[in-house]
């Protein structure tokens, strides 16, 4: 990522040529993972019926799987959804241990900021910064996880997300934090579609237990870890001069909505239209 090169430039890191080579090189470690589903044990962590639970997948995804109501003998259920990628720096060996220090960045999928660089979002800047802080983790002999989550667009799809897009900045009014939330709901229906209660089952499968500097604002990624006993200990927030320009608005909205940060601002502020209009 050029952003690594950025960062030795600028003497943030500092290659070791095992973690980062001067060239930007970074030896990770990479896993898969698809998403599969014990209902019994699903429905009894949602405190419902397994019948319940059953009736509203299959409803919910248009009768497709008619086998949830047909097969109660069938307990297991590949959901159609997407997985996740991890990507894990230095020894993997030692998650798990009480004794090694981690840093994790959970990430959902942005196409169009992760791959193509658009600067309306923090997306592809706070990866990038999540991968700098594992970095650094693993230099200095523990471990970063980054979790690549398959949920494009706060879950509503990359093709909604645009919609959203267009809406804003075409909004009477221009483009400002007080109507980012509603324009999302106007175009969508809700503002976001992310459940975030099993995200942390894969740290439960990896054993880790707390999470030493953990690169994200996200309060609903934060409540859900500590809900199920994942020790946050320090949470980093993308650095001011990391936030392009366009991007002002997410992450006033955001902070004002209860994202972690160390200032939050105040309603005149929301008002004020920060984000590109449609001829600039």
């Given amino acids: 990522m050029p952003e690594l090169l950025a960062a030795i430039q600028s003497g943030r890191l500092v ?6 080579n001067a060239n930007g090189d970074v030896r990770v470690t990479k896993a898969a993972i698809d998403p599969v589903w014990y209902l019994p044990g699903i429905a009894k962590r949602f405190g419902i019926k397994e019948s319940t639970l059953r009736r509203n997948l299959f409803e919910q995804t248009a009768g497709m799987f008619p086998e949830l109501v047909t ?19 230095g020894d993997v060996s030692k998650l798990g241990q009480p004794e090694t220090k981690v840093a994790c960045r959970v990430h959902d999928e942005c196409n169009g900021s992760d791959v193509f660089g658009s600067d309306i979002c923090t997306c592809r800047p706070y990866l990038a910064h999540g991968i700098e802080v594992c970095i650094e983790m693993a230099q200095q002999g523990g471990v970063g996880v980054v979790i ?16 959203v897009y267009n809406a804003r900045k075409r909004q009477v009014g ?20 992310r ?6 089952d894969v740290f439960h499968w990896l054993g880790i237990t707390r999470i030493d500097r953990w ?36 992450m006033d909205a955001k902070k004002a909505a209860g994202y972690f940060s160390t200032y939050t601002p105040d309603a005149e502020e929301l008002t004020v239209a920060k984000g590109r209009g449609l001829e600039a």
């Fill in 15 to 20: 290659p070791d040529g095992e973690i980062l």
């Fill in 71 to 89: 097969r109660p003998d069938l307990k297991v259920f590949l959901p159609p959804i997407g997985g996740m990628t991890l990507y894990f720096f």
């Fill in 148 to 163: 690549y989550n398959r949920k494009e667009g706060r879950a509503l799809g990359e093709v909604t997300k645009f919609l």
């Fill in 174 to 193: 221009g483009d400002r934090a007080e109507t980012y939330f509603e324009r999302t709901e106007c175009v969508a229906g809700v503002q976001d579609m």
């Fill in 195 to 200: 459940f975030q209660e099993l995200m942390p």
């Fill in 215 to 250: 690169a994200s604002m996200s309060n609903m990624k934060h409540d859900a870890l500590t809900a199920q006993g994942i020790e946050v200990v320090e949470r980093v927030p993308i650095p001011d001069e990391l936030i392009p320009a366009d991007a002002q608005v997410e």
